[in-house]
């Protein structure tokens, strides 16, 4: 029996038929020698490393059998099937069968074609006597008159450099072995374009075996050419800035890992560049994109850049101590820093944040990219436009983000959240008018989240969008349950939920089905979400206000350009940002800009909140400048949702007389 798989091994070495065992994954846990061939990789230095990746276009999961080009050219067919709880792969080169193929069948239509168009190029070359000669309409393909003097010398001197050498290999194989034979080549023709053909033909011998004469047919596929070669292109190229894409770079760094090549991979991303399209266009920011591409490619010479998607670059540094890299880094980020787009029309300035991971032998492509993607995180999380380079802690961050979204999930499925309101209150009377929704996470888990802790998290993940529809159901639900009209609700949304181009007919189908007068229901849009989103803000504001609901600008006078943003944004009021107020009875110049807000509030028709009101000698200071709302600690705490919507928090609840119970409110906190 040892004998028998001493033999079988030998066997399966020793096949022409590459063979392969993989786990679940792609990732080779043996191959035979003819594999490695396929590969490129020798067979001690294959394991470990993904298939699909060193193979691209072979199925990771169990398929029929796939045909594959690669390069070389070579026509590969490859089959995957289930060994167990792994995956065994099988290929086989079928580059001659599909080339006598090809001969069999382009011969076939050059026939039909020759008797239907007379369109055939045809040659002969009688090998004895050194003459060639050509049909007129394969000298009319070449760019020549019919009957012009055209020898195999001038031939070859329009035949593309490149690939003469194969063809006089391939002609010199022919007449050794008397077979059929086929080339594609290139031809500069006299009038300067640039031509493909394919050319099929076959060696007749004498009785004695001496090649006599060659003969064959040409045909021009340039255009079919261009096509293959797009389709190639288009496989490991991004289209819209030229570079390599994801595809060619995880192909590029697996390569190096086989080798057991070490070096340091960076993960770029474009800092805002979301602004540049949405208060640009996005024709304007392709075109800075384009830009930044080959400004990026220009610094790096022949070092691989590719373009992971969006606005995210990454770069192969084989060889590249932490320190080299670093040093990389920090020149394409003063590259970008320094790229001149003022003339463009967009910010003066964008900056990029990135990700660096060491990678050596034994690493996974995967692992790399991951490592490389938590630094990019911990470079945003830091302020952005910096390097940073991977740290274990970065995973224990991240380990910590999804913890929170677990959280948050589970709290979304099993009753978790909870909503309180905070008083907008008249500042004379001292009467509510309405209330602000805040979300807490009330899961009984420890530690405590405070907002603070779980929303930013959830807004750099799809999660926030299930969270928005929550509060607005939840939001209506209660005005369900107590119909009388003063009670008003305003609900955050969040720059994500901006973006979804389904939010607005979801929340006129609630009030719709609901029965609830439009105008009970608000939406609190930030300034700074606003302005990122704006086109997107724009769209949800004009589509909800025609129907009747309130829109308010959160945070107003936190940005750049506050006093413009009212000119695009169909709003019904705004909220005074916190900074402006909790000086206001001291500092002059929040004075001035506060008295400002008003007047221009007032000549739009638009509602004006003070927030951060925590103190009664701010209440006097507001009403002197003529705010007539205001909202904080000091007019009164978030309350439970069930206590808000109780016939006793409807009445006048003489917050103006407290004392000041606590620190600020925080708006969505």
């Not at 907008?424 to 802790?453: C, I, N, S, W």
């Not at 700074?528 to 309130?550: E, I, K």
């Not at 009212?566 to 009875?585: A, N, R, W």
Request: proline content about 5%; some cysteine.
């Amino acid at each position: 029996m040892t004998r028998v798989m001493s033999y079988c091994r030998t066997v399966l070495d020793r096949a022409g038929v590459a063979y392969a065992v993989t786990d679940a994954r792609g990732n080779l846990l043996w191959c035979n020698r003819a594999m490695g061939v396929v590969l490129g990789v020798p067979v001690e230095q294959a394991y470990g490393r993904s298939l699909p990746a060193l193979l691209p276009g072979a199925p990771e999961l169990p398929s029929p059998v796939r045909e594959v080009l690669v390069p070389g050219p070579k026509w590969l067919e490859v089959r995957c099937t289930r060994l167990g709880d792994d995956l065994m792969y099988e290929v086989v080169d079928v580059s001659a069968w599909r080339d006598r193929e090809l001969t069999v069948t382009q011969e076939a239509d050059a026939l039909r074609r020759a008797q239907a168009l007379g369109r055939m190029g045809t040659w002969e070359w009688a090998i004895t006597e050194d003459r060639v000669t050509w049909s007129d309409t394969l000298l009319e393909m070449f760019g020549f008159e019919p009957g012009t003097a055209f020898d195999f010398e001038l031939y070859s001197r329009l035949v593309h450099p490149e690939d003469l050498p194969m063809i006089e290999e391939t002609l010199d194989a022919a007449l050794k072995t008397g077979s059929v034979f086929t080339y594609t080549h290139r031809m500069l023709r006299p009038d300067g374009a640039e031509r493909v053909f394919e050319c099929f033909g076959e060696v007749v011998v004498g009785d004695d075996g001496a090649p006599l004469r060659a003969l064959g047919t040409a045909h021009d596929v340039t255009q079919s050419s261009r096509v293959h070669d797009e389709l190639v292109r288009m496989a490991e190229q991004d289209p819209l800035t030229g570079l390599p894409n994801r595809r060619a770079l995880t192909r590029a760094l697996e390569q190096e890992l086989a080798a057991g090549v070490s070096g340091a991979l960076l993960v770029l991303d474009l800092d805002n560049f979301k602004d540049v399209n949405d208060l640009r266009g996005h024709a304007v920011g392709d075109r800075v994109m384009r830009m930044l591409a080959s400004a990026l490619q220009s610094r790096l010479g022949d070092r691989l850049i590719a373009r992971l998607g969006g606005d995210e670059f990454a770069v192969v540094l084989p060889g590249a101590s932490p320190a080299d890299a670093s040093a990389v880094a920090d020149g394409l980020r003063d590259a970008v820093a320094g790229f001149p787009l003022a003339g463009i029309g967009t910010p003066a300035r964008i900056t990029v944040s990135t990700g660096l991971a060491e990678f050596g032998p034994g690493d996974s492509w995967e692992l790399v990219l991951a490592n490389a993607d938590l630094a990019l995180y911990a470079s945003k999380a830091a302020g952005r436009d910096r390097v940073t380079v991977y740290e274990p802690n970065h995973y224990a961050d991240t380990v910590k983000r999804v913890s929170v979204l677990d959280r948050l999930r589970s709290a979304l499925a099993g009753g978790g959240l909870a909503l309180y309101g905070m008083p907008m209150v008249e500042l004379t009377t001292g009467q509510t008018l309405g209330h602000e929704l805040l979300l807490r996470l009330e899961d009984g888990q420890e530690p405590y989240l405070g907002p603070a802790d779980f929303l930013p998290v959830a807004e750099r993940s799809n999660l926030i969008l299930e969270v928005d529809r929550w509060v607005l159901t939840t939001a209506i639900d209660a005005l369900v349950a107590e119909p009388d009209s003063r009670l008003r609700f305003n609900v955050n949304v969040s720059g994500r939920t901006l973006e979804d181009p389904d939010f607005g007919d979801f929340v006129l189908d609630k009030l719709g089905r609901a029965g609830v007068a439009p105008g009970r229901l608000g939406l609190e849009i930030t300034e700074t979400a606003a302005v990122t989103n704006l086109d997107a803000a724009v769209t949800l504001a004009t589509q909800l206000r025609s129907f009747g609901c309130r829109i308010t600008l959160d945070d107003f006078g936190s940005g750049f350009g506050s006093f413009v943003h009212l000119k695009h944004l169909p709003i019904t009021g705004i909220k005074i940002d916190g900074e402006f107020v909790k000086g206001i009875e001291t500092n002059d110049a929040d004075a001035v800009l506060v008295s400002g807000i008003v007047q221009i509030a007032n000549g739009l028709g638009l509602s004006a909140v003070a927030e951060w009101v925590e103190r009664p000698s701010q209440v006097e200071a507001l009403r002197r400048l003529g705010v007539r709302v205001g909202q904080g600690f000091h007019l009164g705490k978030p309350v439970p949702l069930r206590d808000v919507v109780s016939a006793e928090r409807m009445r006048p609840n003489g917050a103006l007389s407290s004392r000041v119970v606590g620190a600020e409110d925080g708006a969505r906190s």
